[in-house]
């Protein structure tokens, strides 16, 4: 089955203890993107990839780091986590997002505390 | 990108169909319409694009007026499974290809 997958699903954890989001798709999409989404704020792009080792800054990219070895593959690192970083993040992957759309991971809920 | 207004809600009965509205008064001549849904706090799903001809797929039907101020989504046959928040988004897509999502509206289907 064709799908976005993230993991965990649901993270609860310290302030600056690092971690990493896991997004991986089979579909041998060239384009990846992180987003989170927040209350009242609607869904933001933290950082995007038009394919392997290249990345660029989103509209929130502060305090996260991605990278992109491989094409299935588009972690998400959060280097010194904080609680303004608590949110729900979405992975998005698309061979042709112009035409085609995005698919969409099931969504990682972080918790920093 | 150019901003869109959608109702905050809407409902329908199930089997009817759903029509949700998008105004986007200040779309220019490269930008798309893309329609999204989420699902509770799912992911969300693409249903539908289009730049000025009205389009159709196995989800939804998309009409796009002449002058592209506005479009409607038209799902024919709503179940409970289309309770969701459907997002209208306008893009250009340039080279960060990103969505812009607002607040969307949040349609019920009713039994």
């Known amino acids: ?113 | 990108d150019a901003k869109t207004t959608q109702p905050p809600s809407m409902d329908c009965a199930e089997g009817r169909a759903a029509n949700l509205p998008c105004n986007h008064s200040t779309i220019s001549g490269n930008e798309y319409v893309y329609w999204y849904r989420q699902i509770h706090s799912q992911g969300p799903q693409y249903i539908i694009h289009g730049l000025k001809n009205n389009e159709t797929n196995e989800m939804a039907s998309l009409i796009i007026t002449e002058d592209r101020k506005s479009s409607t989504l038209i799902l024919p046959h709503a179940t409970l499974r289309d309770t969701a928040v459907y997002y209208c988004i306008v893009s250009r897509m340039d080279s960060s290809y990103k969505l812009i999502f607002g607040s969307g509206t949040r349609l019920l289907v009713r039994p």
């Open chain 1, 1 to 113: 089955e064709a799908q976005v997958t993230q993991n965990p699903r649901y993270l609860i954890t310290v302030t600056g203890k690092k971690l990493t989001v896991t997004c991986s798709q089979n579909m041998n999409h060239e384009y990846m993107s992180w987003y989170r989404q927040d209350p009242g704020l609607g869904l933001r792009q933290i950082y995007y990839s038009m394919n392997v080792e290249v990345t660029d800054k989103g509209d929130v990219p502060e305090g996260y780091k991605v990278s992109r070895k491989e094409k299935r593959n588009f972690p998400l690192i959060l280097e010194s986590p904080s609680p303004n970083q608590t949110s729900l993040y979405f992975c998005a992957s698309s061979r042709n997002p112009l035409s085609i759309g995005y698919t969409f991971g099931s969504g990682t809920r972080l918790t920093v505390v």
